[in-house]
């Protein structure tokens, strides 16, 4: 018994190294190509910086507090003094290259794994050790250069419908009483490589849209057309709410703050004007009326689930504008709300917009 014990012990160790050696590689890998994203960096970091201190040069000359031939002395030595500034930093990366590749997969600035095994002994920290403990050291990896990320949004405001043939003033349902909600997730990933003012913006969300007919209405379907009629009581709510799941995608512009150390580099767009304008597409995923009335003095609640012949498929065009977080945002259905309606009809929406970053 106590042999067979020791061999599958000794299987699971050997199975279990073989992952840390694979691990291993991959942090090798990882840090290797991190230090050469660095490399890459520096030259562009030290133009950067050139560039100004030649603007602050030539405003002193404009405002002739130096010579035209002091000017030229001084950018001279700032062009020495970057591109001194470049090589050094280069071979310092190219050194701490080749001494990564020869210490293996242990980071420089991490403890190295270690495995121990025991059965009731103690291990080296003092601990009684029972099985197998192993000692991963500090691997937390940090993205140099995180081009993608992803926040929450939500989105509410008021809704309607463009009907074929009338203006939104003339619209049957009520302006303030008809609002939209979505809630998703989005992701935002750079275009360029060495700028953040394209981004992509894509992500998945829920969309609720909600219209309320004017009057005593509701909504009826008779030979498969959708109508308003007058309901038998009196209506104290009438509401008709349809449910999507899209997938938004939009070009983003804007400014950002660049920040940038010997670990990462990040691009900021806290307190940023941006805007943004795209389209979306996705499903309808259920149709809902809810009216509420009064017989003989009893409150009635119904909930009627059917599909009043919503269109199964929804796309539509989207933007978006504001500072920081907070957004105006505007979307339209180029979907019918209704299939195969004698006129029809197309939801508006127009709310806020906040990115929960």
């Known amino acids: 018994m106590r042999t067979s014990i020791t061999y599958l012990v000794f299987v699971f160790v050997s199975l279990f ?94 403890d190295i794994n270690s495995i121990e095994i025991g059965f009731g002994a103690d291990d080296s920290e003092g601990d009684v050790l029972f099985g197998i403990k192993y000692n991963l050291g500090n691997q937390k990896k940090e993205i140099y250069d995180r081009r993608t990320y992803g926040d929450p ?74 109508e308003l009629e007058e309901f038998a009581f009196d209506l104290k709510k009438s509401k008709l709410r349809m449910d999507n799941l899209v997938f938004p995608v939009h070009f983003e512009f804007g400014p950002s703050k660049l920040r940038q150390n010997d670990d990462t580099i990040r691009y900021f767009i806290d307190n940023q004007f941006r805007f943004g304008i795209g389209a979306y597409g996705g499903f309808n995923l259920g149709t809902r009326q809810k009216l509420k009335y009064e017989i003989d003095g009893d409150n009635v609640k119904d909930k009627l689930k059917r599909d009043y012949n919503t269109t199964n498929l ?44």
């Not at 945002?329 to 180029?334: F, R, S």
């Open 153 to 226: 949004i939500i989105a509410f405001g008021l809704n309607n419908a463009i009907i074929e043939g009338q203006s939104l003033n003339d619209s049957p349902y009520k302006i303030g009483g008809s609002r939209f909600f979505e809630i998703g997730w989005a992701w935002n990933t750079r275009i360029f490589k060495n700028s953040n003012a394209l981004r992509l913006h894509y992500g998945a969300s829920f969309q609720f849209n909600g219209l309320k007919p004017q009057g005593n209405q509701y909504f009826v379907v008779n030979d498969g057309q959708p």
């Open 17 to 110: 190294s073989q992952q840390l050696l694979a691990q291993d590689d991959e942090t090798l890998k990882y840090k290797v190509e991190q230090l050469e994203r660095k490399k890459e960096t520096v030259a562009h970091v030290e133009r950067e910086a050139l560039k100004n201190e030649v603007e602050m040069i030539n405003k002193r000359l404009d405002n002739g507090e130096i010579s035209k031939e002091k000017s030229q002395e001084l950018k001279t030595e700032a062009a020495k003094k970057r591109a001194k500034n470049i090589g050094n930093k280069v071979a310092i990366l190219e050194n701490t290259i080749e001494l990564v590749k020869r210490k293996g997969a242990v980071d420089l600035n991490t």
């Open 314 to 357: 929804v796309y539509g065009l989207s933007a978006y504008a504001g500072f920081d977080s907070i957004l105006l945002y505007v979307k339209y259905d180029l979907n019918p709300i209704f299939q195969d309606a004698t006129v029809e009809q197309h939801n508006i929406s127009l709310g806020l917009r906040f990115d929960l970053n």
